[in-house]
């Protein structure tokens, strides 16, 4: 997945007009033509994702910051691993410190863990891949979604105009599953149509309607196997709802497509990065 630079200078400038305000009244007690040099510390085994936030937010803060990494996104880090060295005007780089190393944290984070659930789908042996989903902060979707994508993740549609899914609130609106299909093909017939179904009988709408993949929602592994015997490889098979660690295992059943997760994204846990300068005069 490509990010262009328009779209993180504008993660990074939200990010900065937050944090700084009018300006940083405590950087201003540093005396001015100082200058620190620092470095990044990982302190557990991680994925590294955020290299374009954290230089963005040091060039729009002052571009005389001066960065060099040794790694670059989607590498592993070790724990104790310096990963970054930098040096510039001081009050510039505390300014940025917090705001730098909160999209470094979060971004490796979600790599993190992505990484974690795609190698042991890898590992099962049964070619299902995983999918993020929607279930991001706000403003930050396309942020982590790269991560994601870093972490081995095959990024779900990043916006509602990308392809239909049908949900069980659309399916009520409509009247039923084969007429949302009906009229989700005469708007466009063309783009990916994905049906959410509860159950079997659901299932079997879907595919009697035409949709190109189905998503089978807080299915038991059970019923998934039920569910692909039905399917006999007509439509794509995404499973949805109720996949954690513990369970992932038990749905990844030969002839299931995608495991989505929302929690790749939603229940986040920053990887523990130490920032350790040290100052200069002029």
């Known amino acids: 997945m490509r990010v262009s630079r328009l779209v993180v200078r504008e993660d990074v400038r939200r990010a900065l007009d937050e944090d700084l305000g009018a300006g940083d009244i405590t950087a201003g007690l540093i005396p001015y033509g100082h200058v620190a040099h620092g470095q990044i510390i990982c302190r557990e085994h991680a994925v590294f994702c955020g290299r374009e936030w954290f230089d963005e937010v040091f060039q729009e803060i002052d571009p005389r910051i001066t960065i060099e990494w040794d790694v670059d996104d989607g590498d592993p880090l070790i724990p104790d691993q310096v990963f970054c060295r930098f040096s510039g ?10 705001t730098a190393l909160n999209f470094l944290q979060m971004l490796s984070g979600i790599a993190t863990v992505s990484r974690r659930y795609s190698d042991a789908l890898k590992g099962f042996g049964t070619g299902v891949k995983l999918l993020d989903t929607r279930k991001t902060l706000p403003g930050l979707r396309v942020a982590q979604k790269y991560a994601t994508a870093c972490g081995g993740c095959v990024n779900h549609r990043l916006t509602l105009a990308e392809s239909f899914l049908v949900k069980e609130n659309h399916i009520v609106a409509c009247g039923s599953i084969t007429k949302a299909v009906a009229v989700a093909r005469q708007h466009n017939s063309y783009s990916k149509l994905e049906v959410e179904v509860e159950n079997l009988d659901e299932l079997q709408e879907a595919l009697t309607a035409g949709a190109d993949m189905v998503l089978l929602d807080n299915f038991t592994p059970q019923l ?16 949805s709802g109720g996949v ?10 030969k002839g299931v497509d995608f495991i989505s997760v929302g929690a790749l994204t939603k229940d986040l846990k920053a990887v523990d990065f130490s920032m350790r300068f040290s100052y200069s005069g002029t």
Do not use: C, F
């Open 224 to 239: 998934v196997h039920e569910a692909l015997k039905l399917n006999q490889g007509r439509m794509l098979i995404e499973v």
């Open 244 to 253: 954690s660690w513990d369970t992932l295992k038990d749905y990844a059943i």
């Open 89 to 98: 005007p001081a009050g510039a780089l505390v300014q940025g410190e917090r």
